[in-house]
């Protein structure tokens, strides 16, 4: 599910979208507590199934690439995981894994204000029903296309995408579920209930990849794949228990419109009379928005550090899949215990302001972020690359906090905006930059040695770009 660090003050600046029902305090337990165990379940089939549809990916591919050159003859159906570790094959399986992304991204992009709508006609239940349908579809798809690799090429799990946009993909998912907050949780109680659903995405992290792993080593590739589908039928059930709660505000509609960037015009020239467009920013607003653009980008190069790690040591990627677990575990120490801890530190002990302790916060996470990528590009051993990986998951700091920064140097009427803004810039960059970042991998892979992490060089660049930013602002 989306970060909510990213929405929540898309809903708490805009008082006038509040619900506009009573609910009691067990039905507004029991929604938030099934939309809790919705996003749980959806986290935990996404992570479940990543790594063993690499793995497939990486076999098929690897099995068309020998057959191509025709050099294992009758062992070609059992090729040892090992000897999928040449550069083409590898070129190829980030090349397949990338264009899925944009594709998905793209038909998520198309269809999900016209879902939206459907959410706030139709009902919440009925789109995330429907959702967790197009997701069960497409994965089965995958799993099909792949299972008759014999017969039907590869190049087929690219129709995925359309299925999974069914119900408008995760990016109406998560505004859908965030709609079911705003109508039954009360403002004061609502950041707690956002940061209640960021955890279930940390606990699906620590746990799911360890569960993947031991399915594969234990029972193989496909297991896991067929696990997750009896988990997404009760993701279907336990949303499909979630009653109506519709207000007589569009609230799904909104939240999606303004992560789009659609913003609402109207009330902000109610409200100040003027344009709080791109044009009214000031230079350093520009600076942050630079700042926290690049670092979600570099962020992305995490989607390829399994596959990295399993070429470069040559392990497993069920045993490169345990990284996952670990990342997750210092996010959480890192978001439940270290920045509290230090937040409060500067404020007591340094005397600083909210927003100064959110900038020097930032400051130093981007060096983590520099350090981090450089050393895991370049890390020979194990116990390297769990520091670098450490150092790098340290840096998740940083967006929050220049975010969090960033929304102090704005008037509470342009903080919608600035977030919806983000939101769009973000996804361009991103739609933009995977092949770049594809390509980076890419040729990494052919340049050998110290210099196959380029791609989290590049990550360790966009964070010094960062670093440097943050430094010039007041």
Same mark, same amino acid.
């Given at each position: 599910?989306?970060?909510?660090?990213?929405?929540?003050?898309?809903?708490?600046?805009?008082?006038?979208?509040?619900?506009?029902?009573?609910?009691?305090?067990?039905?507004? *337990?029991?929604?938030?507590?099934? &939309?809790?165990?919705? +996003?749980?379940?959806?986290?935990?089939?996404?992570?479940?199934?990543?790594?063993?549809?690499?793995?497939?990916?990486?076999?098929?591919? /690897?099995?068309?690439?020998?057959?191509?050159?025709?050099?294992?003859?009758? *062992? @070609?159906?059992?090729?040892?995981?090992?000897?999928?570790?040449?550069?083409?094959?590898?070129?190829?399986? !980030?090349?397949?894994?990338? =264009?899925?992304? !944009?594709?998905?991204?793209? &038909?998520?992009?198309?269809?999900?204000?016209?879902?939206g709508n459907i959410a706030n006609t139709k009902g919440r239940s009925f789109v995330l029903t429907l959702a967790i349908l197009g997701q069960i579809l497409a994965d089965a798809w995958i799993v099909a296309v792949c299972f008759l690799n014999r017969t039907l090429p590869l190049s087929l799990v690219y129709m995925s995408p359309l299925l999974r946009s069914m119900g408008g993909g995760e990016m109406v998912m998560s505004a859908v579920i965030y709609a079911l907050v705003v109508d039954v949780v009360s403002e004061k109680n609502r950041a707690q209930a956002f940061f209640n659903?960021?955890?279930? *995405?940390?606990? +699906?992290? @620590?746990?799911?990849?360890? !569960?993947?792993?031991?399915? !594969?080593?234990?029972?193989?590739?496909? *297991?896991?794949?067929?696990?997750?589908?009896?988990?997404?039928? +009760?993701?279907?059930?336990?949303?499909?228990?979630?009653?109506?709660?519709?207000?007589?505000?569009?609230?799904?509609?909104?939240?999606? =419109?303004?992560?789009?960037?659609?913003?609402?015009?109207?009330?902000?020239?109610?409200?100040?009379?003027?344009?709080?467009?791109?044009?009214?920013?000031?230079?350093?607003?520009? @600076?942050?928005?630079? /700042?926290?653009?690049?670092t979600m980008l570099a962020r992305e190069t995490i989607d390829l550090l399994v596959q990295y790690v399993s070429k470069r040591f040559e392990w497993s990627l069920a045993k490169a899949n345990y990284l996952i677990s670990v990342k997750a575990l210092v996010s959480m120490a890192l978001y439940l215990l270290l920045l509290p801890l230090l937040s409060r530190a500067l404020a007591k002990q340094c005397s600083m302001s909210p927003p100064r302790v959110d900038l020097w916060i930032a400051r130093g996470s981007s060096l983590f972020g520099v350090v981090g990528p450089i050393l895991l590009g370049v890390a020979s051993g194990p116990v390297l690359l769990i520091v670098s990986l450490v150092l790098f998951t340290l840096s998740l700091a940083y967006p929050v906090s220049i975010q969090s920064y960033g929304t102090s140097l704005l008037q509470p009427v342009g903080v919608a905006p600035f977030y919806s803004a983000l939101a769009v810039i973000r996804l361009a960059a991103t739609l933009l930059t995977s092949p770049l970042l594809a390509l980076a991998f890419k040729f990494g892979l052919k340049a050998g040695g110290a210099a196959s992490g380029l791609v989290f060089d590049v990550a360790g660049g966009l964070f010094l770009v960062a670093a440097i930013g943050s430094s010039l602002l007041p």
């Open positions: 599910m989306a970060h909510p660090t990213e929405q929540a003050p898309l809903l708490e600046e805009q008082p006038h979208r509040q619900p506009h029902r009573e609910h009691s305090l067990w039905n507004t *337990t029991r929604i938030c507590i099934l &939309c809790y165990t919705g +996003a749980l379940l959806f986290d935990s089939t996404q992570i479940l199934r990543t790594m063993p549809r690499t793995t497939l990916f990486e076999s098929i591919i /690897c099995q068309n690439y020998y057959a191509s050159t025709n050099t294992l003859g009758a *062992t @070609l159906s059992k090729i040892p995981e090992h000897m999928c570790k040449a550069n083409p094959i590898q070129a190829e399986l !980030v090349t397949t894994q990338t =264009w899925l992304k !944009v594709g998905e991204s793209i &038909c998520a992009l198309l269809v999900a204000l016209p879902f659903i960021a955890v279930m *995405t940390l606990i +699906a992290e @620590l746990v799911t990849p360890a !569960v993947g792993s031991i399915l !594969v080593d234990w029972r193989g590739v496909y *297991t896991p794949l067929l696990c997750a589908f009896p988990l997404q039928v +009760a993701n279907m059930g336990i949303f499909g228990l979630i009653p109506d709660t519709r207000p007589p505000a569009k609230v799904v509609n909104e939240i999606i =419109w303004d992560r789009l960037g659609g913003g609402d015009s109207t009330e902000s020239s109610d409200e100040t009379g003027q344009n709080k467009g791109f044009a009214n920013w000031s230079k350093a607003i520009w @600076l942050v928005t630079v /700042c926290y653009i690049s």
